[in-house]
């Protein structure tokens, strides 16, 4: 009977403490809506992992697309925790230029949904992307990313170089 209470009181205190944190993440999710939304169009709020909110805004200006993230841990500072960086190469087609951000973390995907929902309410037929040999140290977590997310990936492993594409399932 005292173990049951125990586990209990400790399920009540854990509980207690992410009720806390994600009161935290609101209030602070307001402040930096609010300063996010001065420079850039905010598209979403999204929960990548373990109870953290991120804020998820775009800088598009029909030569460039930037889907930008940011988490509600913190004070918004001006600068992204996570972005995908994108170009149009012509009207129906976004090419991703880098990724830059933590690994692992859920933001990459929540990045690409977005970037993919963007795609296709401007009708852009294909997003697309290469591989670069500085990107070998991480290969086999880039394709099952991008494998994830239903790109053609293609490696060329002499050569240490890749290509991957991305279509709409209405095409």
Same mark, same amino acid.
């Given at each position: 009977m005292f173990t049951q209470l125990t586990e209990k009181n400790q399920n009540a205190e854990e509980l207690k403490e992410t009720l806390d944190d994600l009161e935290f993440q609101l209030?602070?999710?307001q402040d930096n809506l609010k300063e996010i939304a001065k420079k850039y169009?905010?598209?979403g709020v999204d929960q990548p992992e373990d109870n953290q909110l991120v804020i998820v805004s775009a800088q598009n200006d029909g030569n460039a697309c930037k889907i930008m993230l940011n988490e509600c841990t913190k004070a918004y500072r001006g600068a992204w925790d996570f972005a995908i960086d994108g170009v149009y190469e012509d009207n129906? =087609?976004?090419f991703i230029g880098d990724i830059k951000g933590p690994a692992n973390k859920g933001y990459g995907s929540v990045c690409? /949904? +977005?970037l993919k929902e963007v795609a296709v309410d401007q009708n852009v037929h294909v997003i697309k992307g290469d591989i670069a040999e500085r990107d070998w140290?991480?290969?086999e977590r880039l394709i099952h990313f991008y494998e994830k997310h239903n790109f053609e990936v293609n490696i060329d +492993? =002499? /050569?240490k170089c890749g290509e991957i594409e991305w279509t709409?399932?209405?095409q």
């Open positions: 209030f602070r999710m169009e905010v598209i129906h =087609t976004i690409m /949904n +977005y140290d991480h290969l +492993y =002499t /050569n709409p399932a209405y």
